[in-house]
C-alpha cells in the first residue's frame, strides 16, 4: 500500500477503532493487523491508544443520562458503592499498566500473536456463553467481580488480540453478573481506562522526546474518526446484548483466527523454503 496516502490509512485505522473498540473482537488487532500485514501505513503505538479517546467520547455521550444519574446520586449508597467499584476496576488496572510499562512490554510486530489471541478467545466466549445459558445473572456488579475486570483488561493489554471489552464483560457474566450490568460496567469503567491510557503515553512520549516525530494532525483525525464510528457501534451494542448472545462474535474470532494462522504457517513455509 505504499501507494496510499496517509491520511487515507489513518481514516481507515480510525473507522476500525471505533466499530471494534467495544465489541468482543478486539480494536488493538485489528488495528495491527493491516499494518503487520503491510495493507496500511504502520502507525505508531502512541497513535494507536490516543485514538482509543475518540472511542471515549463516544461512550460518554451514549451514557449522557447514566452519567448524569450517576452524579445527581452521589449522596446515595448504591451510586457510592458503583463508583467505588469503578475506581477499584480501574486502581487494578492501572497498576497493571505501569508494570506493563516498566517491564517493556509494547504491542507485537507480527500477526502470529495476535491470530493465537483471537483464535482462543473464541472458545472463551463460547465456554462462558455455555456456562451461563439459562442464567441471567444479577443486575449488580460485585466487588470481586470489580478486580476481576481490572485483571481482565490487564490481560487484554497484554496480549493484543484478547478484546478489553470482550474480556472484562466476560469475565463478570462468568462471575455471575446480567450482561447488560456487566456491559454497562465495562464501557463505563473503558472511559478512564482508555483516556489515562492515552495521557500516559503521550506524558511517556513527551519525557522520552518522541512528541515531536509525531503527526498529531493524523492522531487527530484518527480520534475524530474513531469517536464517530464508535458512537454508532456503542449504542448498536447496548441494545443487542438486551436479547442476544456473543456467540455470533465467537464465530467470527474462530474464523479470522484460523484465517490467520493459516497465512501464518504460510509465510513461515515459504521462508522455509526460501531459506532452503
Do not use: C
Not at 255 to 273: D, K, S, T
Amino acid at each position: 500500500m505504499e501507494n496510499l496516502p496517509v491520511w487515507i490509512s489513518v481514516i481507515i485505522l480510525g473507522l476500525i477503532e471505533g466499530i471494534t473498540e467495544f465489541l468482543p473482537i478486539s480494536s488493538t488487532g485489528h488495528l495491527l493487523i493491516p499494518q503487520n500485514l503491510g495493507w496500511l501505513h504502520r502507525q505508531s503505538d502512541l497513535f494507536a491508544i490516543v485514538i482509543q479517546s475518540g472511542a471515549v467520547i463516544a461512550v460518554i455521550a451514549v451514557f449522557a443520562e447514566r452519567i448524569k444519574h450517576l452524579a445527581s446520586t452521589l449522596r446515595e449508597r448504591e451510586t457510592r458503592d458503583y463508583l467505588a467499584k469503578l475506581a477499584l476496576a480501574f486502581f487494578v488496572t492501572s497498576v497493571g499498566g505501569i508494570l506493563i510499562k516498566k517491564f517493556g512490554i509494547g504491542l507485537p510486530e507480527t500477526v502470529a500473536p495476535v491470530a493465537w489471541a483471537t483464535f482462543i478467545g473464541a472458545f472463551v466466549i463460547f465456554g462462558v456463553e455455555f456456562w451461563r445459558k439459562g442464567h441471567p445473572g444479577e443486575p449488580a456488579v460485585s466487588w470481586h467481580i470489580a478486580v476481576a475486570v481490572g485483571l481482565a483488561q490487564i490481560l487484554a493489554a497484554v496480549f493484543p488480540g484478547t478484546s478489553r471489552s470482550g474480556a472484562s464483560i466476560l469475565i463478570a457474566m462468568a462471575l455471575g453478573a446480567a450482561r447488560p450490568a456487566a456491559t454497562e460496567f465495562s464501557f463505563l469503567l473503558g472511559v478512564p481506562t482508555l483516556m489515562a491510557a492515552g495521557a500516559f503515553q503521550i506524558f511517556s512520549s513527551v519525557q522520552e522526546g518522541h512528541s515531536g516525530t509525531e503527526d498529531w494532525a493524523m492522531v487527530a483525525l484518527g480520534t475524530v474518526v474513531s469517536a464517530i464510528s464508535a458512537f454508532i457501534v456503542v449504542k448498536w451494542l447496548i441494545h443487542f446484548v438486551q436479547s442476544h448472545t456473543f456467540n455470533g462474535f465467537a464465530w467470527y474470532r474462530l474464523v479470522m483466527g484460523a484465517a490467520l494462522l493459516a497465512y501464518v504457517a504460510m509465510q513461515a513455509n515459504a521462508e522455509a523454503g526460501v531459506a532452503d
